[in-house]
């Protein structure tokens, strides 16, 4: 069986049921203001803020020298940490604790599951976005204004601790790695020092570069000395007009020059023998002596990023109390359901005309 519908037959059965109709949405208006009257009033507060760059803790940051290349504002990995740092467990149990949230939120301490609760219940209260700006925006909703503003303040001081926190545990590691670094090259530095000195004594070194100038220097002016002493002690010897006392003192002049020369290249010999030795142990000493006092100056700069106390967040707005509420919105929400419900009795009142119209004896004999 085939039916044919029009429009007039619609409003025909629209009006008949006219009653029905409006009577459903009334109720239902009706409902939805003594429901949205009794709901409890909401007030919404939020701060923004930015991420600020790890570049301010850096070491660098506090060198003596000029840095241009150190960014202000955070990239997208610090305003994911930050985010991550918002979402945690420890700062949401800092707000429960803080705040007392479990008698705030009515919610018994005794049951094994009121921990879950009230996480849950702070979770549907406290919101954490990015803006399209690249801000960070963290809102609290609760029904009492002014604690609202107190939380949404609270979670950003504490986001900001916590992050200068875990900055300043990995500060505090590298401290103790550089410390312990200069402590053994100080303890390396002594000994080579000591070795140093040793070989100095047993080899008779003072200076490694201008000693075996000066022995050296000194073996070829004893060397010359001795030779015209001696030719001159020979000439001399040959004249038979000389006094023997002359050739006395020029002969024994001529032995102690001899035993000069021979003790000076006694002394370049020792000299050769550890030069070597030396050497190598001064240009190891001079190479850690080098790296300690770069270790030093860079332990200065990370002892000066420890203490400095630098935000690791720029504040654009801070959470004040909300002057109008952010729920419910009375209005909105019964003219919503008003329309809602007439829609659906429209539809109920059509469709259960169009099937009560159906022959449904002949619809099942086919």
């Known amino acids: 069986m085939e039916h044919s519908y029009s429009l007039l037959e619609v409003l025909r059965t629209l009006y ?4 029905f109709i409006l009577g459903v949405p009334f ?7 003594v429901a949205v009257c009794l709901a409890p009033v909401y007030y919404k507060s939020h ?24 960014k202000y504002y955070g990239t997208k990995d610090d305003v994911d940490r930050l985010i991550s740092i918002a979402q945690s467990g420890e700062l949401m149990q800092f707000l429960i604790d803080s705040f007392n949230l479990y008698e705030h939120y009515e919610i018994d301490r005794n049951d094994p599951l009121a921990p879950y609760y009230v996480v849950e219940t702070l979770s549907d209260h406290y919101k954490v976005k990015k803006t399209k700006e690249g801000a960070l925006e963290i809102s609290v909703e609760d029904t ?17 601790a916590i992050a200068l926190r875990l900055i300043k545990n990995s500060q505090s ?7 312990q670094s200069i402590a053994e090259k100080e303890a390396t530095l002594q000994l080579l020092a000591d070795s140093l000195q040793q070989l100095r004594q047993q080899f008779g070194i003072f200076s ?17 000395n001795l030779t015209l002493n001696k030719t001159r002690l020979q000439v001399l010897q040959q004249s038979p007009h000389v006094p023997r006392d002359t050739l006395l003192f020029l002969q024994a002049r001529v032995r102690a ?42 332990l200065k700069q990370i002892e000066a990023a420890y203490q400095a106390q630098v935000p690791a967040l720029h504040l654009l707005e801070p959470a004040e109390p909300a002057v109008v509420k952010s729920r419910p919105l009375r209005t909105l929400t019964v003219v ?11 539809l109920s009142v059509l469709v259960f005309e169009h099937y009560r119209q159906l022959d449904w004896r002949q619809i099942w004999q086919d």
């Not at 008949?16 to 009653?19: G, I, S």
């Not at 590691?173 to 410390?179: G, P």
């Open 16 to 19: 008949q049921q006219r009653r």
């Open 336 to 346: 919503a359901a008003t329309l809602a419900s007439l829609l659906f009795v429209v």
């Open 144 to 160: 009492d204004k002014e604690l609202a503003a107190q939380m949404a303040n609270a979670a950003r001081e504490k986001i900001n």
């Open 208 to 224: 490694t570069r201008s000693q075996g100038e000066i022995l050296a220097s000194l073996a070829v002016r004893t060397e010359a």
């Open 257 to 298: 020059m001899e035993e000069e020369l021979k003790n000076t290249r006694s002394l370049i010999d020792r000299f050769n023998a550890g030069l070597a030795r030396v050497e190598a142990l001064e240009q190891q000493y001079r190479q850690i002596n080098s790296k300690l006092a770069e270790d030093r100056e860079r």
């Open 173 to 179: 590691q590298l401290l103790r790695t550089y410390r």
């Open 27 to 33: 109720a239902t208006a009706v409902v939805t203001i």
């Open 47 to 70: 701060t923004t803020f930015y991420a600020a760059s790890t570049d301010l803790q850096k070491p660098e940051a506090f060198g003596a020298t000029s840095n241009t290349n150190i």
